[in-house]
């Protein structure tokens, strides 16, 4: 058993962040925060599965929605990919100050490479998890390509993502589109978990080799075999978890 537990926390801009603890009923080994996909929220299928079962393994996490989303303030179209990388910085900050220093930071989608560039100036982490992530942030244009023209000529266009109508603005593009993370990858200094679906049609499996490539050892690779990018199959969310913890114990500070 499990349980939940409503928090908010400062984000960038001034927003206030919404986020869910999920707890261990017994002994808490370590606790871990989870960033979610590019549009997905904190009670996306990756998120919500992927957290409880890992606090069912004895490891808490939180996970919180990026602005503009779910119960968090702000506007989503004000976001960059910058931001999303500080809001990780944040919810470190914040369980820092609950008493529940991280020792894993996990990303799924583009939240994986949000977790890849934070990870540097969070210096408790001492592992990192990535589900389905881009080698390049940039790799999410794709999603707007069609209206990629009218962003730049007139600063915005709407998309439909997720089912929600929502506004792309030209600073988003131009942070994506100027953002490398490889050097984050190349001098990350705590071990990496790499999980990525053969089968993704979102994030090609080309991106979890070329994370691989340039990560320095300890690094490990998982194939999520048959899962889809979202996790939508309840039995990929439990076998993801499981991977970390059993990966994850080895390296983590295992709590008094």
Request: charged share 25%.
């Amino acid at each position: 058993m499990t349980s939940s537990t409503s928090v908010s926390f400062p984000g960038v801009g001034g927003t206030t962040l919404s986020g869910v603890i999920d707890m261990p009923d017994g002994e808490v080994e370590a606790w871990a925060v989870f960033c979610h996909g590019f549009t997905l929220g904190k009670n996306s299928l990756a998120a919500a599965r992927v957290s409880r079962e890992l606090a069912r393994l004895g490891i808490g996490v939180l996970r919180y929605d990026a602005a503009g989303l779910g119960d968090s303030t702000g506007n989503w179209e004000d976001g960059t990919f910058s931001s999303k990388v500080a809001d990780v910085r944040s919810a470190a900050e914040f369980m820092r100050s609950e008493g529940k220093t991280i020792s894993v930071a996990i990303g799924h989608s583009l939240g994986g490479a949000a977790v890849l560039a934070a990870v540097k100036e969070i210096p408790e982490v001492d592992a990192v998890a990535t589900i389905g992530a881009p080698y390049e942030p940039s790799h999410v244009v794709h999603l707007f390509e069609a209206v990629q023209d009218e962003i730049e000529s007139t600063g915005r266009a709407t998309v439909k993502l997720g089912g929600r109508h929502l506004e792309i603005r030209r600073e988003l593009l131009l942070d994506l589109e100027r953002t490398d993370i490889k050097e984050c990858i190349r001098t990350l200094d705590v071990p990496l978990l790499i999980m990525h679906s053969p089968v993704d049609n979102v994030v090609g499996i080309e991106n979890a080799g070329d994370i691989f490539r340039t990560a320095r050892h300890p690094k490990s690779f998982f194939s999520l075999e048959k899962s889809d990018h979202l996790l939508t199959g309840r039995k990929h969310a439990k076998r993801a978890a499981t991977i970390i913890a059993a990966w994850a114990e080895q390296y983590l500070e295992l709590e008094d």
